[in-house]
């Protein structure tokens, strides 16, 4: 591990969506905007908690023991299991940094929008969903480069958007490269990597003034098609010349049966909560993971598969646990 010449914070987006106060919360402001048959958008796939944020934690002390403090967003809630006596940690509700006109907010794309406002953040900060993970040991040169962020994408091929008038992400992800296209005259049709990424407080906040006008009109309660993915921020400190950029290589069926010939090495891997979602991501071993809810196969059984996975991978409690 390189020495570490700046604070690096860590800020994740967390909601406990088995509490029955927040199911109801939900369930009312879903009925009041008559989006309940939209499983998209208010459906237990994007809420139900599964201890992920537990195991991201052990995760990030046992692979980044260097992040300086950790910063938890989320809506009145607290883990249960968390220790919130530890100093390393602060649990940041929804009204210190979000509009009051916006709460309550049910739309992840517009909460992300806001995490370069958390009070003492360090300037330089990294940022996951609590579904992200530290898979190996990790340096802060993996995260940023003169001081700079390295940002990853995947590149996207325009033809596989067809359907993006129905498809609630895919409309978001063309959202952000037309207000792109706009301002700079040109865009790369790059997606970002969906796992946890490198940012600066101060470009963070010049990137949400310069498009405050775009990002205000765009913010819905619970998503929707006119989310603007943050794509946006991540494209825009590559443009500004604030970041320097790193394409993640799709990883293809036909290589991964050839790992135990040939490693297969990669920064990160976005995978879904299947069987063969997480077999990929144990077989290819990343530095960084993602473990996505996916509407395929059994929800309950993609669940229980999931949490024996990261107990099996991330056994040994934090000191972030009670």
């Known amino acids: 591990m390189r020495e570490k010449t700046f604070p690096i914070d860590m800020v994740y987006s967390w909601c406990d969506g088995n509490d029955p106060v927040f199911k109801n919360k939900v369930q009312q402001y879903a009925k009041k905007e008559n989006l309940t048959n939209s499983p998209a958008s208010t459906g237990d796939i994007r809420f139900f908690d599964n201890d992920e944020l537990k195991y991201s934690l052990r995760s990030l002390e046992m ?6 403090h950790i910063y938890i967003v989320t809506d009145n809630q607290i883990p249960e299991w968390m220790n919130c006596s530890n100093p390393k940690i ?12 916006l709460l309550p907010v049910f739309n992840s794309t517009v909460i992300e929008q806001y995490i370069g406002l958390i009070p003492g953040l360090s300037e330089h900060f990294l940022y996951g969903n609590d579904d992200t993970f530290f898979g190996k040991p990790t340096s802060p040169d993996f995260f940023f480069k003169n001081g700079k962020p390295i940002i990853r994408f995947y590149r996207v091929n325009p033809k596989h958007l067809k359907n993006a008038s129905t498809d609630i992400w895919k409309k978001s992800l063309l959202n952000a490269w037309n207000v792109l296209y706009d301002h700079y005259g040109h865009c790369d049709f790059l997606e970002t990597h969906h796992n946890i990424d490198a940012y600066t407080v101060s470009e963070f906040k010049n990137i949400f003034s310069r498009f405050e006008k775009q990002i205000k009109l765009s ?17 825009s400190f590559v443009y500004d010349g604030m970041g320097s950029i790193r394409i993640i290589k799709k990883i293809h069926s036909w290589r991964i049966r050839l790992i135990p ?33 996916t509407s395929s196969g059994s929800f309950a059984e993609n669940k229980r598969a999931t949490h024996e996975f990261m107990e099996r991978h991330f056994p040994n409690p934090s000191s972030f646990e009670k």
């Open 63 to 68: 692979n980044a023991p260097w992040i300086n």
């Open 90 to 101: 602060t649990i940041i509700d929804h009204t210190e940094i979000i509009p009051r006109n």
């Open 219 to 235: 913010q819905t309660r619970f998503r929707s098609n006119k989310d603007i993915q943050r794509t946006l921020f991540n494209q």
């Open 261 to 293: 010939l040939k490693s297969v090495q990669t920064d990160s891997i976005f995978g879904a909560d299947t069987p063969s979602g997480l077999s990929k991501i144990e077989k290819i071993n990343p530095t960084l993971f993602c473990i996505n809810s």
